[in-house]
């Protein structure tokens, strides 16, 4: 009803449609996991690209994976990441805390603003206004030996704690390099001081995906109350050089509850021989939620002067899989002719088409070089694409697209909570998924020529009884006939005869 009927005449009442878009979920946010040199230890940072990368965890390190991959990444056609830094705060000879990185000025104190031995190299320069005295720019310098290496610049600052200008204020928060702890009022004076103080901060134990320590913090940033529980969606997990078996089981689990997919890479330098082993200890219960990818690729390394090194395929799939999906879709398979790997120099085993034909039953996804296309991506199996296992989700596109739905039926369909459970309810939500699902029927999402073939939508007393109804329940059945791709194409030739006169 509208407003209360008063006067004599024609009252305007607006009435809900009942529609309410589900708008598709993104499909290939990835998340990065490994040991940096600098960067937040709890958060994980969102990227759009490798320079953010290089802002927040400081760019290329021979010393880890992490960051080559990130780059593999976008260079495959990534736009969109999270790197969460997992590192020590205990250094080698157990003598310096890797966050002790700090220096003062007057009644000015600064720190890092993240652990790391990176902040060794970087000092502060403070400098006063001529025309008031009571205000002053500060300067983070990054180079001990050039003060023009200016990296961040803050103007016009105060020690008033009622300024707007308040240093403490203006700077924390801010700055990707240090924090402030303002101790007094009084304006510090011209000067430069370096960051790391008396008190040199160190790297701590430089990780590497084979420490036991690592894969412990690796398994501790996922769940309630940690950094990975706090992103609000991710699709593709990397963790570069990962292949411990029983962390790897674990993640996939991980990746089960938080509906994201784990690219596996393979062991460096494995022979084909062995990889069947590879594959079934890292082929978990929750396998069908990952994929691993084989051999390693070779790609020219910046910090070598161009030298051609292995990297885990990790981050080159994973931008192979964020490119296929904004070209052609989450449903479609992340791998053939179209599935081309920027950056790769050569793959670190040039496998035959005999040796493709053994790994490709038990679930192991290779990379080959076919003549004229370059490397490419030559599989598209789950860890749980074994033959023998007869797996409904053996391939990575069906896995990835019911992943895809169920994330975008979570979101979409909230609104429903606290809704009188009836047949007006039932019907609405049959609408709006329905309008989801035929939307994605028309983009060619689904096997079928029709929409009843391709998809079904059901909520109505057959689903929801009366009992749950006195529970508070609704029941919502979708389902969907997923495209599987052609893995296998089959050609016959057959020579005509010719008209033989009988």
Not at 93 to 110: H, I, K, P
Not at 184 to 208: A, E, F, I, Q, R
Not at 336 to 351: F, R, V
Request: with cysteine.
């Amino acid at each position: 009803m509208p407003a209360t009927l008063t006067y004599p005449g024609v009252y305007i009442e607006e009435v809900p449609s009942g529609v309410r878009t589900i708008t598709g979920v993104a499909t290939s946010i990835a998340l990065f996991i490994g040991w940096a040199a600098r960067g937040p230890l709890d958060k994980a940072v969102r990227i759009t690209s490798f320079a953010e990368y290089e802002r927040h965890f400081g760019g290329l390190d021979l010393r880890t994976l992490l960051g080559y991959s990130v780059k593999h990444f976008f260079d495959n056609g990534g736009g969109d990441a999270y790197v969460l830094r997992l590192a020590s705060t205990e250094a080698e000879d157990d003598e310096d805390n890797a966050a002790s990185a700090g220096a003062s000025s007057g009644d000015l104190s600064f720190a890092a603003s993240s652990p790391g031995a990176w902040a060794n190299d970087y000092r502060v320069r403070i400098t006063q206004r001529t025309d008031d005295t009571t205000r002053f720019k500060l300067e983070v310098l990054d180079d001990p030996v050039d003060d023009n290496a200016v990296v961040e610049t803050f103007e016009n600052l105060s020690m008033d704690p009622t300024d707007p200008r308040f240093v403490e204020d203006v700077i924390n928060g801010r700055s990707l390099a240090i924090t402030v702890d303002a101790t007094g009022t009084t304006t510090p004076s011209d000067g430069t001081t370096d960051l790391d103080g008396t008190d040199s901060g160190s790297d701590g134990v430089v990780w590497s995906a084979t420490d036991g320590d690592f894969h412990t913090a690796l398994l501790a940033s996922f769940g309630l109350g940690t950094p990975t529980d706090r992103i609000d969606l991710f699709n593709l997990v990397c963790v570069p050089g990962l292949t411990d078996p029983d962390t790897v089981t674990t993640l996939q689990t991980r990746c089960r509850e938080r509906r994201a997919f784990l690219i596996v890479d393979a062991p460096e330098g494995t022979p084909v021989a062995d990889m069947p082993d590879v594959q079934s200890d890292l082929a978990g219960t929750d396998g069908n939620y990952a994929a691993l990818y084989y051999p390693w690729i070779r790609s020219p390394d910046p910090l070598k002067q161009g030298a051609r090194r292995p990297f885990p395929p990790c981050g080159f799939v994973a931008g192979v899989y964020a490119r296929t999906d904004a070209g052609r879709g989450v449903w479609k398979a992340p791998a053939g002719i179209d599935a081309g790997i920027n950056g790769a120099s050569e793959l670190e085993l040039a496998l035959s088409n005999a040796e493709n034909g053994q790994l490709n039953p038990l679930g192991i996804n290779c990379l080959r070089s076919p003549p004229v296309y370059g490397s490419v991506v030559w599989g598209a199996r789950t860890l749980h694409g074994h033959n023998d296992r007869a797996s409904e989700w053996k391939y990575v596109p069906v896995r990835r697209m019911a992943l895809f739905l169920e994330e975008s039926l979570y979101r979409g369909t909230q609104w429903v909570v606290f809704e009188p459970n009836d047949e007006p309810l039932w019907a609405q939500i049959r609408l709006n998924i329905g309008a989801f699902m035929q939307n994605l029927f028309r983009q060619g999402a689904f096997q079928g020529s029709t929409p009843r073939e391709a998809y079904f939508v059901k909520c109505d007393r057959e689903t929801t009884t009366q009992n749950d109804i006195n529970l508070g329940i609704v029941n919502i059945h979708v389902g969907f006939a997923p495209l599987k791709p052609a893995e296998f194409v089959v050609i016959k030739l057959q020579q005509i005869a010719g008209n033989i006169a009988a």
